[in-house]
């Protein structure tokens, strides 16, 4: 059975930095891995999808890279803003299938 | 519309009630799913249709649970006698399976709470 986890829970950043947030899942045999936000309240946006053939993708300021072999994905994400304050999910999926979801990194960009 | 719609965004009901929560997919996306986001859990799957084939189901915590895709678009999440467990995020999405890329599209969800 997949399971995804993410790590850390929760992140406090100061504005400015850089981080990245880690995403890792129990069976390689995946066909995409989205990542996406939710801010308190409100429905999922996705921000970057990788393909299984893929290595990373990248908008903007946000870098998502994916290691099938070993089970992990990471965000990156440039230059935090307060804006970038949300709840970011990792969620893999196998062809034919849902996604299944880590529970979230929480992040808090301080001004 | 642009995106996923879901309605509606709220709704507060008394345990034993039924109630229906509708989606209405991107026009021209295929595939459809409902999740359900509770407090301090994850997001989990309930129920998957693409096109004509038979839905996934597998995701259905409990009988109480059906839902039905009229037309290939418009979908409805029926649960029967609430439970106050049943309180939750309900979130719905869609993708365009002909591209091969499959990205999901969610809509904004319809915050169910049981009384």
């Known amino acids: 059975k997949q399971e995804v986890t993410q790590i850390p829970a929760a992140l406090s950043v100061p504005e400015g930095e850089n981080l990245v947030l880690n995403c890792s899942f129990t069976d390689s045999a995946i066909y995409n891995l989205q990542w996406f936000r939710q801010d308190p309240g409100k429905g999922l946006t996705s921000l970057l999808l990788i393909q299984s053939s893929q290595r990373e993708q990248t908008s903007g300021r946000l870098n998502a890279s994916l290691d099938k072999s070993s089970g992990r994905s990471t965000l990156y994400i440039a230059a935090s803003q307060p804006g970038d304050s949300a709840t970011y999910l990792c969620a893999v999926r196998r062809a034919g299938t849902a996604l299944i979801f880590g529970k979230g990194t929480t992040l808090s960009v301080s001004s | 519309g642009a995106g996923v719609s879901q309605s509606p965004s709220n709704k507060v009901t008394e345990k034993g009630k039924d109630v229906e929560l509708r989606c209405d997919p991107i026009s021209g996306h295929t595939a459809l799913y409902w999740y359900r986001q509770s407090l301090g859990q994850g997001l989990e799957f309930l129920i998957y249709?693409?096109?004509?084939?038979?839905?996934?189901k597998s995701g259905l915590p409990s009988d109480r649970f059906s839902a039905e895709r009229t037309g290939g678009s418009v979908s409805t999440l029926t649960i029967q006698r609430t439970q106050q467990e049943d309180s939750a995020v309900y979130l719905c999405?869609?993708?365009?399976?002909?591209?091969?890329?499959?990205?999901?599209?969610f809509g904004p969800g319809t915050r169910l709470t049981v009384l």
């Open positions: 999405a869609s993708s365009f399976r002909g591209s091969g890329v499959n990205e999901q599209f």
């Open positions: 249709f693409q096109g004509n084939s038979a839905p996934d």
